[in-house]
């Protein structure tokens, strides 16, 4: 298993990559965001340069709201053009995977209607990724979040690897649904993210153990289906205090949680 944790995009990533170097994580979980690591701006070679010195990994993640399944089509090709755009920006630095966050904003317009878009978009993706030899991962992003809604998608592009999100699991549904989406997407599973929070509507990025989700549960379910991969520890605050002691929460529950 390894540890990392996600830069801010609003600020320094060489900072940041020296920062996550010098607190023990493993790699950083890169996203390509505006302002300060947009795609279209950002330096490759002096990201690789402080990847190289820092001796820390790195792996792709993409911005959650870019309009995938827009009703306007020209708002989907746009985005779809961002996300190669990203895969180009991480192939040029040695990372293998990225993540696409499904989307569900298309008022007036089916489920049915927004899955189509959702796959589309993928089965393009995919097939730009495969050039590179590179994967795509889906994540559960609420409210694309159930495993009716994921399965198309999974089911559709064989090649595409799951992203489990723990903290997204527990949002916008009246139950986590981290064992449901792992005993449907389990031997797909290629990525974690944990954070945690209060259930409800709000994706909270709490430290672990503050929130309401059970933590042993969801290690020992990870464990069940052979999970030893990366995981992304997803806590946003200004006091990395938080984010290291969510890092130790977890890895001493790792090494101490026993499978049946």
Not at 140 to 165: G, W
Request: with cysteine; aromatic share 8%; glycine share 8%.
């Amino acid at each position: 298993m390894l540890l990392g944790a996600m830069n801010n995009p609003m600020e320094d990533i060489v900072e940041e990559i020296a920062l996550f170097a010098d607190l023990g994580f493993d790699f950083i979980d890169f996203t390509l965001e505006p302002q300060r690591t947009y795609s279209g701006s950002i330096n490759v070679r002096r990201v690789a340069n402080a990847l190289k010195n820092a001796g820390l990994g790195a792996i792709g993640h993409t911005a959650w709201y870019l309009p995938i399944a827009s009703p306007f089509p020209e708002f989907r090709k746009l985005a779809l053009r961002e996300l190669e755009r990203c895969l180009n920006v991480f192939h040029d630095l040695g990372v293998e995977r990225m993540n696409l966050h499904p989307d569900s904003r298309a008022p007036l317009h089916s489920e049915e209607w927004v899955i189509a878009q959702n796959v589309e978009a993928l089965a393009k993706l995919v097939a730009a990724a495969g050039r590179n030899g590179m994967k795509i991962l889906v994540e559960n992003t609420p409210p694309f979040s159930r495993a009716a809604q994921i399965k198309p998608l999974l089911e559709t592009v064989p090649e595409a690897e799951f992203l489990l999100d723990i903290g997204h699991a527990n949002v916008g549904t009246p139950y986590n649904r981290t064992e449901e989406l792992l005993a449907n997407f389990g031997h797909r599973l290629g990525r974690v993210h944990v954070s945690d929070n209060r259930g409800g509507a709000d994706d909270q990025h709490l430290p672990l153990g503050v929130g309401n989700i059970n933590w042993e549960k969801k290690v020992r379910a990870l464990k069940t289906v052979g999970y030893d991969g990366t995981i992304t520890i997803e806590v946003f605050s200004d006091d990395n205090d938080y984010l290291v002691m969510s890092r130790n929460k977890l890895k001493r529950l790792w090494d101490t949680v026993k499978v049946d």
